[in-house]
T-cell receptor, first 114, second 111 residues
Framework: NAGVTQTPKFQVLKTGQSMTLQCAQDMNHEYMSWYRQDPGMGLRLIHYSVGAGITDQGEVPNGYNVSRSTTEDFPLRLLSAAPSQTSVYFC?????????????FGSGTRLTVV | GIQVEQSPPDLILQEGANSTLRCNFSDSVNNLQWFHQNPWGQLINLFYIPSGTKQNGRLSATTVATERYSLLYISSSQTTDSGVYFCAVEPWNFGNEKLTFGTGTRLTIIP
């Protein structure tokens, strides 16, 4: 049982390049979300999804796109990378509720935009 | 939006000591979780505790929802407890689909 898998673990981009951060979960969780973590700050929500075909914006959505075509996958796309997007990105999944409810996080992607 | 404040921001303790971390939030919540981010960056869910008290080994947590705060207790600290502890909440009028995080408490346990 792999949990939440993020790829790549590290990435360096040039300003203006685009890329997709991958996130996959094998727990059949309905909810998935993307967060970014900047130094000295907590995690901030970028986008989230409550099920396949349904996505919504979080606190800091500008410059990012998401889609959710399957329950398992929730990729995050950077449309035109900017230095301000240098951060560590975490993907998370959770069930709707239940006795074992709780968020499971991936191991993160460290992105540097130069 | 809802505000989450954690205190203290930093805590340095000797191995074996006990500690209490606090999380204050500005609105009623239906979801409160505590996470530990280890020195390698991995985030581990410790507790889901929108109200009441839970215990898991040396760790326990209490949330007093009516007074809008939660406490995380760590007893007999070990060096592996080092890292950053985050509190995260979701307001009462949402489901469980997204969380607002505090800025964390950085705990350092000295051998």
């Amino acid at each position: 049982n792999a949990g939440v898998t993020q790829t790549p673990k590290f990435q360096v981009l040039k300003t203006g390049q685009s890329m997709t951060l991958q996130c996959a979960q094998d727990m059949n969780h309905e909810y998935m979300s993307w967060y970014r973590q900047d130094p000295g700050m907590g995690l901030r929500l970028i986008h989230y999804s409550v099920g396949a075909g349904i996505t919504d914006q979080g606190e800091v959505p500008n410059g990012y796109n998401v889609s959710r075509s399957t329950t398992e996958d929730f990729p995050l796309r950077l449309l035109s990378a900017a230095p301000s997007q240098t951060s560590v990105y975490f993907c998370a999944s959770s069930s709707v509720g239940g006795p074992n409810y709780g968020y499971t996080f991936g191991s993160g992607t460290r992105l540097t935009v130069v | 939006g809802i505000q989450v404040e954690q205190s203290p921001p930093d805590l340095i303790l000797q191995e074996g000591a006990n500690s209490t971390l606090r999380c204050n939030f500005s609105d009623s919540v239906n979801n409160l979780q505590w996470f530990h981010q280890n020195p390698w960056g991995q985030l581990i869910n410790l507790f889901y505790i929108p109200s009441g008290t839970k215990q898991n080994g040396r760790l326990s947590a209490t949330t007093v929802a009516t007074e809008r705060y939660s406490l995380l207790y760590i007893s007999s600290s070990q060096t592996t407890d080092s890292g950053v502890y985050f509190c995260a909440v979701e307001p009462w009028n949402f489901g469980n689909e997204k969380l607002t995080f505090g800025t964390g408490t950085r705990l350092t346990i000295i051998p």
